[in-house]
Every structure is written in structure tokens, then in C-alpha cells.
């Protein structure tokens, strides 16, 4: 089975501050024939469903700000807040749809 | 535009089984897999299977097989989600979600609302 663990469990970042998010998967989500990481992020604030912020561990969603980028490849990836707004207060979870569907734990970002 | 509406909040007894609806409307029904996602109250997401709507294959999370059975009904658009022998810890908002690309896996772009189903004696 696989399990994703994200660190940390929740950050305090001042407002235009960096913040970044750590997922880590128990089995490699590239896929060699396509040259792909099955690797989504989602944001999902209070009383809302999830949003899709980041597909293939990299590829942006339409809509969403610039300031938000995934890297990573393989078992290690990394969800970026360039500088942080007060509407950017929510938990993000990653997401690995390689096989079946599994997400983490979820990571919570609040302002300093 | 793409919408995912599902039914209202349901309150059922240990024991008993509830169904969740979730309308598809604003694309091709039969191209895209759905799945249902539940979220207990302060938790994380938690995957429950998929269902292909052009043939109504499913697939199950471990944890929920021989208690979950989803289904489709193309006239309608609509896919069910039906979970049986609830107990407290089954307490949740219940979501379905559409599965970005229609030929291999792909990230959930669209969320129904989610339904809160409650679990009490």
C-alpha cells in the first residue's frame, strides 16, 4: 500500500514569507512510459471541498496564483508558497493517484 | 460548467446503511471516473473507491470493501455511493469527485459539495 507522509503538521509563516510543504511517498509515483509523477496538491479551506492546485507533481491548475509551485520527483515532493497571503490559510494535502488514491495527512498553514 | 451536486445531509442509526447521491452535470458523463472521498469531522481525506461510469466497473479502498457498493445510472448522470452497517466512526462529509482525464488516472478538477452524514444512537 502506498503511504504519503507529509511534514511538517502544520507551519506559522509572516505574510509574504515563504512557506513549504514536504510530501514524501512510500513507493516512487514515476511513471517511466510517460515520463510522469502522479503527484496532485490540493488546498482545502474551512467549510470548502478540496481544490486542485497542482497536477503532475509541477503543472499549475488554471486560476491558480503564481505563487504556488510543486517540484519533485520519484518519492520526494515539494509544494511552494512564494510569499504568503492571508488568503493562502488552509490545509493542503498531496495526493498520489498512481495507483488507487492516497492522500496525506494534510499539512496546515496559518499566518505568523 | 462542470457541477457535481449531491444529496443532503442524512442522520442514521448504527447498523443502518445510507446512499448518497451525486449528479453530474456540464460534461461528457461516461468519459470520466468518479470518486468518493470522506472527511471526518477535524480529519484528513480518506479515499473510498471508483466507479467507471461508461461500463460501472468499480474499484474499492481495502478498508471499505464488503461494505460500500457504488453505482451509476447514465440516463441520469448520476452516480451512488451506498455505505452499510454504519457506525459512529462512518460520521463524516461524504464527497464525490471527478477524475481529471478519461483514459488513465489522473487528479480530482471538480468536487461536489460533500454530504454530512452523521452516525448516532
Known amino acids: 500500500d502506498f503511504v504519503m507522509t507529509q511534514s511538517p503538521e502544520s507551519l506559522a509563516v509572516s505574510l509574504g514569507e515563504r512557506a513549504t510543504i514536504n510530501c514524501k511517498s512510500s513507493?516512487?509515483?514515476?511513471?517511466?512510459?510517460?515520463?510522469?509523477?502522479?503527484l496532485a496538491w490540493y488546498q482545502q479551506k474551512p467549510g470548502q471541498p478540496p481544490r486542485l492546485l497542482i497536477s503532475?507533481?509541477?503543472t499549475r491548475e488554471s486560476g491558480v496564483p503564481d505563487r504556488f509551485s510543486g517540484s519533485g520527483s520519484g518519492t520526494d515532493f515539494t509544494l511552494t508558497i512564494s510569499s504568503l497571503q492571508a488568503e493562502d490559510v488552509a490545509v493542503y494535502y498531496c495526493?498520489?493517484?498512481?495507483?488507487?488514491?492516497?492522500f496525506g495527512q494534510g499539512t496546515k498553514v496559518e499566518i505568523k | 460548467q462542470v457541477q457535481l451536486v449531491q444529496s443532503g445531509a442524512e442522520v442514521k442509526k448504527p447498523g443502518a446503511s445510507v446512499k448518497v447521491a451525486c449528479k453530474a452535470s456540464?460534461?461528457?458523463?461516461?468519459?470520466?471516473?468518479i470518486h468518493w472521498v470522506r472527511q471526518a469531522p477535524g480529519q484528513g481525506l480518506e479515499w473510498m473507491g471508483m466507479?467507471?461510469?461508461?461500463?460501472?466497473?468499480?474499484a474499492y479502498a481495502e478498508d471499505f470493501q464488503g461494505r460500500v457498493t457504488m453505482t451509476r445510472d447514465t440516463s441520469t448522470s448520476t452516480v451512488y455511493m451506498q455505505l452499510g452497517s454504519l457506525r459512529s466512526d462512518d460520521t463524516a462529509v461524504y464527497y464525490c469527485?471527478?477524475?481529471?482525464?478519461?483514459?488513465?488516472?489522473?487528479?480530482?478538477?471538480?468536487w461536489g459539495q460533500g454530504t454530512r452524514v452523521t452516525v448516532s444512537s
Open positions: 469527485v471527478k477524475e481529471d482525464t478519461g483514459t488513465y488516472a489522473g487528479p480530482f478538477d471538480y
Open positions: 456540464g460534461y461528457t458523463f461516461t468519459r470520466h471516473y
Open positions: 466507479i467507471i461510469p461508461s461500463g460501472g466497473s468499480t
Open positions: 513507493h516512487s509515483v514515476f511513471y517511466d512510459s510517460n515520463n510522469r509523477n502522479y
Open positions: 503532475w507533481a509541477s
Open positions: 495526493q498520489q493517484y498512481y495507483t488507487t488514491r492516497t
